[in-house]
């Protein structure tokens, strides 16, 4: 009887900890959503205006296709062009993941089969990632200007591959373990060559791994913001870069328009992230965690 | 006799042509895979690291033409660093700033994932909210603090409507709580990434020392200490090591939250060799700067990877042995 109670009692309390929680966790993404939803008078107001009343579309309209029927808010930044920035993420973020997951892959098969990296080695290749970028940004961009890369997609998509290739090798190798030799050894013996066991037999194999790894480092990627700030300067620019230069370049609080902007850059994130909620330990741990 | 013995003991020590062949062939295998890598390495990250070399050693900025002229200086540049307080500052900074927000990581992902490390109804919803915030774009997450956190902005407005008293920090503009703001940003930011993989080592965590311990009559107390944090060990070190690496690194909330101010008061390393380089385009400055930060994060991490590697090896050995056991 007592037992019960207190078990029932834990149970409350701990109902009572996640939501307080959860409520900390959410505010600022359903803020965030709230204000892109705004009119401009409520962007700002004091008492602060909790649900957009009534909602408008027209910071989505404003921001992501420069409709200017607010013209009273003067906020219509005709330089920017958000659509544009949304296809050069799309296509920097896409191809520099792509690229790292398919080496990454074939490296890790190497790995974990021929040994290819030592232990050492491996960890080593962390480095790669636990250096902090800011270190090399400077050189980095004169060297990429000498070269002809700045400003440039190649460069952005470059560094991308270079600083996501860690993760790339770690997670799927974490899946390639996994897979039996047994089959690979079948298909050595039915005369298949390494590289077609490898396309043919093991990646097909761990197809559902390759995504959540493709997922993964796309959020990565998708999201980076210091390396985009040096590199790219007005021909090529990525969403986050497109955010801040929101702020930089306009008068006066806009936090509509940029709520408009945060939810176009962050809800496909979320959707991605969501996906692949069950792969996100195991892109983190580095084989430190199993499942 | 004797000689067709000695000739049949030396066959396996020379290897068949076709052996020989096939070790030639995983030997290209080899250096095929890892082409690219070195390829990137070679002609992406040493030209980088040269330029740094030769920029720490050359005293050049943007004013002076090619940098190719610039002249050689010697030592003087990391003597200016060194001795420059600013810099000092902005390592103390970053040190307080990494480690405050590790801990809260930790604390605040262990707790959720201590409390949901068994099945439950709504588990599922809650894992959903609670890996929201690691899914937001770091640059977003500023500019919405920036909404939510100017004086009479919603979160005061909020906490004071709860608590019923008048609750005005200057989050944003108070010179001595800026930094621990930043710092509470990247908890709310980064927290989810503690849970979640601490939330997969409770999980991975056995049940059978658990129970012998219960059955023996442990207080849930002792068991959690004398049996599921030290099977935790690894996956605690994991969490801690890799949060405040990240931490050290951590420029986009920070720079555009605040660049840096009020005042000096959340110049952290990053952000003060980014001020260096590209406002006060001290090129060289930076660069030294950017020398020593980066051999102080090799010298950590290097540190961060003999723990991780030890850690990993006493879990291989406990699964290994699991795996046999079961």
């Known amino acids: 009887m007592r037992k019960s109670r207190r078990r029932r009692l834990t149970a409350i309390m701990r109902y009572v900890l996640l939501t307080a929680w959860a409520i900390v966790a959410f505010f600022p993404i359903f803020w965030m959503i709230s204000t892109s939803f705004k009119p401009d008078t409520q962007w700002f107001a004091w008492p602060p205006v909790y649900f957009p009343h009534p909602p408008t ?75 902090p970028p800011i270190v090399i940004v400077a050189p980095l961009s004169l060297y990429y200007s000498t070269l002809g890369l700045l400003d440039s997609m190649t460069g952005l998509i470059l560094i991308y591959f270079l600083t996501s290739l860690p ?52 959020i990565l990627t998708w999201s980076e913001y210091l390396l985009a700030l040096i590199i790219t300067k007005t021909q090529v620019t990525t969403l986050p870069i497109e955010l801040s230069k929101y702020q930089g370049s306009t008068e006066g609080r806009v936090y509509g328009r940029q709520a408009a902007l945060a939810v176009g850059i962050t809800i496909p994130l979320m959707i991605v992230g969501l996906i692949i909620r069950k792969h996100l330990a195991r892109g983190f741990s580095f084989g430190m965690v199993r499942r | 006799m004797s000689v067709a013995a000695v000739s049949a003991a030396s066959i396996p020590s020379q290897p068949s042509p076709r052996e020989l062949s096939r070790r030639r062939a995983i030997k290209r295998f080899r250096w095929s895979i890892l082409a690219p890598l070195i390829l990137l390495l070679a002609f992406v990250l040493m030209p980088v690291l040269f330029l740094q070399l030769y920029f720490s050693f050359h005293q050049w900025t943007v004013y002076l033409g090619s940098w190719s002229d610039a002249e050689y200086v010697g030592l003087d540049l990391f003597l200016e660093v060194l001795t420059d307080p600013r810099f000092g500052w902005a390592v103390v900074r970053s040190l307080a700033f990494a480690t405050g927000s590790t801990i809260g990581c930790f604390l605040v992902g262990f707790a959720l994932a201590y409390l949901m490390r068994r099945p439950f109804r709504g588990q599922a919803f809650y894992y959903t909210i609670f890996i929201l915030p690691m899914l937001t774009v770091p640059v977003v997450v500023a500019y919405t603090a920036e909404m939510l956190l100017y004086q009479s902005g919603p979160l005061n407005d909020l906490i004071s409507r709860i608590t019923g008293i008048d609750f005005k920090p200057m989050w944003l503009t108070d010179p001595n709580i800026a930094l621990p703001t930043v710092m509470l940003l990247e908890i709310w930011n980064w927290a989810p990434f503690s849970f ?44 801690l090591v890799l949060r405040f690496l990240e931490a050290m690194a951590e420029f986009p909330k920070t720079w555009a939250l605040l660049q840096g101010g009020p005042g000096t008061a959340t110049e952290t390393l990053p952000v003060y060799i980014f001020l260096t380089t590209w406002q006060y385009f001290e090129i060289s400055k930076g660069a030294v700067m950017s020398y020593l930060v980066m051999l102080l994060m090799i010298v950590i991490v290097l540190f961060a990877i003999r723990l991780l590697r030890r850690e990993k090896q006493a879990l291989d050995t406990m699964y290994a042995r699991q795996k046999a056991a079961g």
Do not use: C, H
């Open chain 2, 196 to 239: 979640i993989i601490l939330l997969a080592g409770l999980a991975a965590i056995p049940s059978e020392p658990i129970e012998a311990a219960e059955i023996l009559g442990a207080s849930r107390w002792r068991v959690f200490w004398e049996v599921e944090l030290p099977l935790l060990r690894p996956v605690i070190f994991l969490a």
């Open chain 1, 167 to 218: 993760y790339a090798v770690w997670m799927t190798k974490s899946f390639i373990d996994e897979v039996p030799r047994e089959i690979e050894q079948a298909a050595e013996i039915l005369g298949a060559s390494r590289w077609r066991t490898i396309f043919e037999i093991v990646l097909p194999l761990i197809r559902s791994g390759l995504v959540a790894t493709f997922l993964f480092i796309l």
């Open chain 1, 57 to 131: 579309l027209s910071n989505y309209l404003n921001v992501w296709f420069g409709a200017e029927e607010y013209a009273a808010t003067q906020y219509a930044i005709s330089s920017q062009k958000p659509l544009i920035s949304l296809l050069n993420s799309t296509i920097i973020a896409g191809t520099a993941t792509l690229l790292s997951v398919l080496f990454g892959a074939v490296m890790a098969y190497g790995v974990s089969r021929y040994r290819i990296l030592s232990e050492t080695r491996m960890f080593q290749l962390l480095m790669l990632r636990m250096i």
